[in-house]
Protein backbone atom coordinates (compact mmCIF):
# COMPACT_ATOMS: atom_id res chain seq x y z
CA UNK A 1 0.00 0.00 0.00
CA UNK A 2 2.54 2.53 -0.12
CA UNK A 3 2.42 3.38 -3.54
CA UNK A 4 -1.49 3.79 -3.30
CA UNK A 5 -2.17 4.98 0.47
CA UNK A 6 -5.91 5.07 -0.05
CA UNK A 7 -6.20 1.56 -1.24
CA UNK A 8 -5.77 0.58 2.66
CA UNK A 9 -9.02 1.42 3.49
CA UNK A 10 -10.77 -0.96 0.90
CA UNK A 11 -8.26 -3.41 1.66
CA UNK A 12 -8.76 -3.20 5.87
CA UNK A 13 -12.73 -3.83 4.89
CA UNK A 14 -12.10 -6.59 2.45
CA UNK A 15 -9.32 -8.36 5.07
CA UNK A 16 -12.37 -7.99 7.80
CA UNK A 17 -14.79 -9.45 5.45
CA UNK A 18 -12.45 -12.19 4.89
CA UNK A 19 -12.26 -13.08 8.53
CA UNK A 20 -16.10 -12.70 8.78
CA UNK A 21 -16.53 -15.73 7.02
CA UNK A 22 -15.52 -17.64 9.99
CA UNK A 23 -18.66 -16.75 12.05
CA UNK A 24 -20.65 -16.56 9.11
CA UNK A 25 -19.55 -20.98 8.46
CA UNK A 26 -20.41 -20.90 12.22
CA UNK A 27 -23.77 -19.52 11.68
CA UNK A 28 -24.80 -21.31 8.70
CA UNK A 29 -23.79 -25.43 10.35
CA UNK A 30 -25.22 -24.10 13.69
CA UNK A 31 -28.49 -22.74 12.73
CA UNK A 32 -31.74 -25.19 13.36
CA UNK A 33 -29.80 -27.14 16.67
CA UNK A 34 -26.77 -27.83 14.50
CA UNK A 35 -28.73 -30.13 11.87
CA UNK A 36 -26.88 -31.00 9.02
CA UNK A 37 -28.66 -30.70 5.34
CA UNK A 38 -27.76 -31.24 1.88
CA UNK A 39 -27.32 -27.67 1.19
CA UNK A 40 -25.46 -27.11 4.09
CA UNK A 41 -22.49 -29.01 1.62
CA UNK A 42 -22.86 -26.55 -1.10
CA UNK A 43 -23.11 -23.20 1.34
CA UNK A 44 -19.83 -24.16 3.62
CA UNK A 45 -18.02 -25.20 -0.07
CA UNK A 46 -18.77 -21.69 -1.20
CA UNK A 47 -17.84 -20.51 2.06
CA UNK A 48 -14.67 -21.65 2.11
CA UNK A 49 -13.80 -21.04 -1.76
CA UNK A 50 -14.91 -17.21 -0.77
CA UNK A 51 -12.47 -17.27 1.91
CA UNK A 52 -9.98 -19.04 0.27
CA UNK A 53 -10.09 -16.39 -2.88
CA UNK A 54 -10.32 -13.29 -0.72
CA UNK A 55 -6.85 -14.11 1.17
CA UNK A 56 -5.30 -14.42 -2.15
CA UNK A 57 -7.00 -11.18 -3.96
CA UNK A 58 -5.76 -9.21 -0.88
CA UNK A 59 -1.86 -10.64 -1.29
CA UNK A 60 -2.59 -9.90 -5.54
CA UNK A 61 -3.38 -6.50 -4.60
CA UNK A 62 -0.62 -5.94 -1.97
CA UNK A 63 1.65 -7.28 -4.97
CA UNK A 64 0.28 -5.34 -7.34
CA UNK A 65 -0.37 -8.46 -9.42
CA UNK A 66 -3.77 -8.01 -12.26
CA UNK A 67 -2.70 -11.28 -13.92
CA UNK A 68 -4.00 -12.69 -10.40
CA UNK A 69 -6.57 -9.90 -8.97
CA UNK A 70 -8.33 -9.83 -12.15
CA UNK A 71 -9.15 -13.81 -12.64
CA UNK A 72 -9.78 -14.03 -8.53
CA UNK A 73 -12.29 -11.36 -8.67
CA UNK A 74 -14.32 -13.33 -11.52
CA UNK A 75 -14.00 -16.17 -9.33
CA UNK A 76 -15.64 -14.30 -6.52
CA UNK A 77 -18.30 -13.37 -8.97
CA UNK A 78 -18.91 -16.50 -10.08
CA UNK A 79 -19.46 -18.15 -6.58
CA UNK A 80 -22.16 -15.16 -6.29
CA UNK A 81 -24.02 -16.41 -9.48
CA UNK A 82 -24.03 -19.59 -7.82
CA UNK A 83 -25.51 -18.87 -4.51
CA UNK A 84 -27.85 -16.75 -6.66
CA UNK A 85 -28.92 -20.02 -8.54
CA UNK A 86 -29.22 -21.67 -5.28
CA UNK A 87 -31.14 -19.55 -3.34
CA UNK A 88 -33.60 -19.34 -6.18
CA UNK A 89 -34.33 -22.82 -6.86
CA UNK A 90 -36.79 -25.37 -5.32
CA UNK A 91 -34.38 -28.74 -5.44
CA UNK A 92 -31.45 -27.65 -4.03
CA UNK A 93 -30.91 -31.15 -2.68
CA UNK A 94 -31.27 -32.65 -5.64
CA UNK A 95 -28.67 -30.44 -7.15
CA UNK A 96 -26.73 -31.21 -3.93
CA UNK A 97 -26.97 -35.50 -4.72
CA UNK A 98 -25.92 -34.39 -8.43
CA UNK A 99 -23.11 -32.75 -7.60
CA UNK A 100 -22.29 -35.42 -5.08
CA UNK A 101 -22.26 -37.95 -7.39
CA UNK A 102 -20.17 -36.26 -9.31
CA UNK A 103 -21.91 -34.37 -11.91
CA UNK A 104 -20.21 -31.03 -13.10
CA UNK A 105 -22.67 -28.06 -12.40
CA UNK A 106 -22.50 -27.01 -16.03
CA UNK A 107 -24.12 -29.84 -17.53
CA UNK A 108 -26.77 -29.87 -14.86
CA UNK A 109 -29.57 -28.38 -16.62
CA UNK A 110 -31.96 -25.93 -15.42
CA UNK A 111 -36.06 -25.83 -15.46
CA UNK A 112 -35.58 -24.24 -18.84
CA UNK A 113 -33.84 -27.49 -20.03
CA UNK A 114 -30.48 -24.97 -19.78
CA UNK A 115 -27.40 -26.01 -18.71
CA UNK A 116 -26.32 -24.79 -15.65
CA UNK A 117 -22.66 -23.42 -17.50
CA UNK A 118 -21.06 -19.49 -16.92
CA UNK A 119 -23.04 -17.95 -19.14
CA UNK A 120 -26.39 -19.69 -17.81
CA UNK A 121 -25.62 -18.49 -14.38
CA UNK A 122 -24.76 -15.08 -15.33
CA UNK A 123 -27.93 -14.53 -17.47
CA UNK A 124 -29.67 -15.88 -14.47
CA UNK A 125 -28.64 -13.38 -12.11
CA UNK A 126 -28.64 -10.31 -14.63
CA UNK A 127 -31.42 -8.50 -12.74
CA UNK A 128 -30.00 -8.90 -8.99
CA UNK A 129 -26.97 -8.20 -9.42
CA UNK A 130 -27.04 -6.21 -12.77
CA UNK A 131 -23.45 -4.21 -11.81
CA UNK A 132 -21.59 -7.28 -11.90
CA UNK A 133 -22.37 -8.27 -15.53
CA UNK A 134 -19.73 -5.66 -17.00
CA UNK A 135 -17.16 -6.07 -14.24
CA UNK A 136 -17.36 -10.06 -14.91
CA UNK A 137 -17.35 -10.12 -18.67
CA UNK A 138 -14.06 -7.28 -18.10
CA UNK A 139 -12.20 -9.36 -16.02
CA UNK A 140 -12.40 -12.62 -17.66
CA UNK A 141 -10.20 -10.77 -20.46
CA UNK A 142 -7.87 -11.69 -17.72
CA UNK A 143 -8.60 -15.78 -16.99
CA UNK A 144 -8.61 -16.39 -20.92
CA UNK A 145 -5.21 -14.88 -22.39
CA UNK A 146 -6.60 -12.02 -24.51
CA UNK A 147 -5.92 -8.22 -25.59
CA UNK A 148 -5.77 -7.14 -21.62
CA UNK A 149 -2.55 -9.03 -21.18
CA UNK A 150 -0.52 -7.77 -24.74
CA UNK A 151 -1.97 -3.96 -23.65
CA UNK A 152 -0.47 -4.42 -20.50
CA UNK A 153 2.62 -6.05 -22.02
CA UNK A 154 3.56 -2.53 -23.35
CA UNK A 155 3.21 0.99 -22.40
CA UNK A 156 4.33 4.24 -24.46
CA UNK A 157 6.89 6.59 -22.94
CA UNK A 158 6.36 9.18 -26.04
CA UNK A 159 5.53 8.22 -30.05
CA UNK A 160 8.63 6.95 -30.56
CA UNK A 161 9.44 4.79 -27.89
CA UNK A 162 7.84 1.85 -25.43
CA UNK A 163 8.47 -0.02 -22.65
CA UNK A 164 8.18 -3.94 -22.14
CA UNK A 165 9.01 -5.48 -18.64
CA UNK A 166 8.71 -8.64 -17.43
CA UNK A 167 7.06 -8.71 -14.29
CA UNK A 168 4.76 -5.89 -15.38
CA UNK A 169 5.65 -2.79 -13.71
CA UNK A 170 4.09 -1.85 -10.80
CA UNK A 171 2.94 1.31 -12.15
CA UNK A 172 1.79 0.20 -14.97
CA UNK A 173 -1.80 -0.23 -13.58
CA UNK A 174 -3.33 2.88 -12.24
CA UNK A 175 -5.15 3.37 -8.89
CA UNK A 176 -8.74 3.61 -10.04
CA UNK A 177 -8.13 -0.12 -11.34
CA UNK A 178 -7.16 -1.30 -8.14
CA UNK A 179 -10.02 0.59 -5.95
CA UNK A 180 -12.51 -1.18 -9.01
CA UNK A 181 -10.99 -4.25 -7.78
CA UNK A 182 -11.41 -3.81 -4.11
CA UNK A 183 -14.99 -2.24 -4.71
CA UNK A 184 -16.12 -4.99 -7.04
CA UNK A 185 -14.77 -7.91 -4.23
CA UNK A 186 -16.60 -6.34 -1.25
CA UNK A 187 -20.08 -5.48 -3.36
CA UNK A 188 -19.81 -9.48 -4.64
CA UNK A 189 -18.62 -11.11 -1.17
CA UNK A 190 -21.42 -8.95 1.03
CA UNK A 191 -24.14 -10.07 -1.29
CA UNK A 192 -23.12 -13.73 -1.08
CA UNK A 193 -22.80 -13.21 2.93
CA UNK A 194 -26.58 -12.36 2.69
CA UNK A 195 -27.32 -15.21 0.48
CA UNK A 196 -25.73 -17.39 3.16
CA UNK A 197 -27.40 -15.99 5.87
CA UNK A 198 -30.64 -16.50 4.40
CA UNK A 199 -29.74 -20.67 3.91
CA UNK A 200 -29.20 -20.00 7.85
CA UNK A 201 -33.04 -18.20 8.36
CA UNK A 202 -34.76 -20.71 6.28
CA UNK A 203 -32.29 -24.23 7.38
CA UNK A 204 -34.91 -26.46 8.96
CA UNK A 205 -37.95 -24.87 8.83
CA UNK A 206 -41.37 -25.60 6.56
CA UNK A 207 -41.22 -23.40 3.13
CA UNK A 208 -42.11 -19.63 3.75
CA UNK A 209 -40.75 -19.62 7.15
CA UNK A 210 -37.66 -17.49 8.49
CA UNK A 211 -35.66 -17.26 12.29
CA UNK A 212 -35.47 -13.52 13.27
CA UNK A 213 -33.22 -12.65 15.99
CA UNK A 214 -36.48 -12.20 18.47
CA UNK A 215 -37.10 -16.37 17.41
CA UNK A 216 -40.47 -15.05 15.64
CA UNK A 217 -41.17 -17.70 12.30
CA UNK A 218 -42.07 -14.71 9.69
CA UNK A 219 -43.69 -15.26 5.30
CA UNK A 220 -40.49 -15.31 3.33
CA UNK A 221 -40.65 -15.46 -0.78
CA UNK A 222 -38.27 -17.89 -2.31
CA UNK A 223 -35.96 -16.36 -4.71
CA UNK A 224 -35.86 -12.40 -3.22
CA UNK A 225 -32.76 -10.34 -3.98
CA UNK A 226 -30.50 -10.34 -1.24
CA UNK A 227 -31.19 -7.19 0.15
CA UNK A 228 -34.67 -8.34 1.35
Known amino acids: MDRYPRL ?55 TYNIHA ?25 SLAIKLL ?16 NDYRLKELAADTHAWALPVYDKTSGWVHFSLNHMLATTQATDPNCFQMAVPLRADA ?24 RGWAARKGLPPGQIRTESGVRVEHTVGQSPSN
Open 101 to 116: RGEELRKVKDADGKPL
Open 8 to 62: AAPRRILDQLRVAHLDLAAQSLMAADGDLYLPDLIVTAMIQRSYGVLDALIDAVD
Open 173 to 196: IPESLWQEIYGAAIQATEELFAYV
Open 69 to 93: AAPLLRLQLDTLFRAHYIASGSDVD
